[in-house]
C-alpha cells in the first residue's frame, strides 16, 4: 500500500463518533505508522454521530476520488418512532411533541413510503452541516437562532417496511437512495404523512456504490489490520 499516492480504506463507523472524528484517527494511526507528520485524508459522505456503517476514507491522490464517490447511490436501514417528534429528528434530543396512533397500520405505513419513491423535494434538517451564511446549520441552532434551509431535490429509488410493532409503534425501513438524502429528514416526512410525526431512533447505511458494510474495518481492528499491510517507500516505491 502507498498511503501518499493513494488508498480507499472502507471503515465500519461506530456508534457516538462523528465522521471527521473517525476519520482523524484512522489519518493519527497511518500517519504514525508511516512515521510522518500527517497523511493527507479525506471522506466521502458524512454521516452522523448517532449512525453507524459505512464510510469511505481517501488518503494521499485518492482524495480527487471524493466527490465521485460521494455521488455513489447508497443503502440505510433505519427505525423510526411513530407518534412522537424531537428537533434533530433523531435521539439526539428529547422528544417535544406527542401524537395520536391509533389510526397506524402496517397498510397505512406502507402505502405512504411508497408515496416518497422517485424524485422527491426535501428540506435538511436544521441540526445539519448545510451552511447558512457561511456558519454551519447546527452551531447557529445550538446558539439559539432560527435556521431556514430551502428544499432540495433528491432522488429515492427504493423504501422497503422491514418491521412494524403496533405495541411500540417502531417501524423498521430500508432505503436506497441518491447523494444528499437525509434520512432523519426523511423519518420528519414520514411521519408527518403518516400524521402522527416520527424520529429515528436508529441508523446504519449498508452500502456505499458497491461497498458493502461487510466489507468494512472496524476502528477498533484498524490497528491490526494496518500492521498487516505491505507498505510501499512514498519516495522508492520500496517496502517499508
Not at 59 to 67: D, P, Y
Not at 91 to 111: G, K, N, Q, S, W
Not at 132 to 137: D, E, L, N, P
Request: with cysteine; glycine share 10%.
Amino acid at each position: 500500500m502507498n498511503f501518499t499516492q493513494g488508498e480507499i480504506i472502507c471503515i465500519d463507523k461506530p456508534y457516538g463518533m462523528s465522521s471527521f472524528g473517525a476519520l482523524a484517527r484512522v489519518r493519527y494511526l497511518i500517519s504514525r505508522h508511516l512515521g510522518v507528520k500527517r497523511v493527507k485524508t479525506g471522506h466521502a459522505g458524512t454521516l452522523d454521530p448517532l449512525a453507524t456503517g459505512v464510510l469511505i476514507i481517501c488518503t494521499g491522490r485518492k482524495t480527487k476520488m471524493i466527490e465521485e464517490l460521494q455521488a455513489h447511490t447508497k443503502e440505510y436501514t433505519a427505525t423510526l418512532k411513530l407518534g412522537a417528534t424531537t428537533p434533530s429528528y433523531d435521539c439526539e434530543h428529547t422528544v417535544d411533541f406527542t401524537y395520536p396512533t391509533a389510526h397506524i397500520t402496517r397498510r397505512l405505513i406502507e402505502d405512504t413510503l411508497q408515496r416518497f419513491v422517485g424524485e422527491i423535494h426535501q428540506i435538511p434538517p436544521s441540526y445539519s452541516a448545510c451552511k447558512v451564511g457561511g456558519k454551519r446549520a447546527y452551531e447557529l441552532m445550538r446558539k439559539g437562532h432560527d435556521v431556514e434551509l430551502k428544499p432540495k431535490v433528491l432522488r429515492i429509488d427504493e423504501i422497503e417496511l422491514t418491521s412494524f410493532n403496533p405495541a411500540t409503534m417502531q417501524v423498521g425501513i430500508r432505503v436506497v437512495c441518491g447523494k444528499g438524502t437525509y434520512i432523519r429528514a426523511l423519518a420528519r416526512d414520514i411521519g408527518t404523512a403518516i400524521g402522527s410525526g416520527a424520529y429515528l431512533t436508529s441508523l446504519r447505511r449498508t452500502r456505499v456504490g458497491n461497498v458493502n458494510v461487510a466489507d468494512c474495518i472496524t476502528l477498533d481492528a484498524f490497528p491490526a489490520w494496518l500492521e498487516q499491510q505491505t507498505i510501499e517507500d512514498n519516495i522508492t516505491g520500496g517496502d517499508k
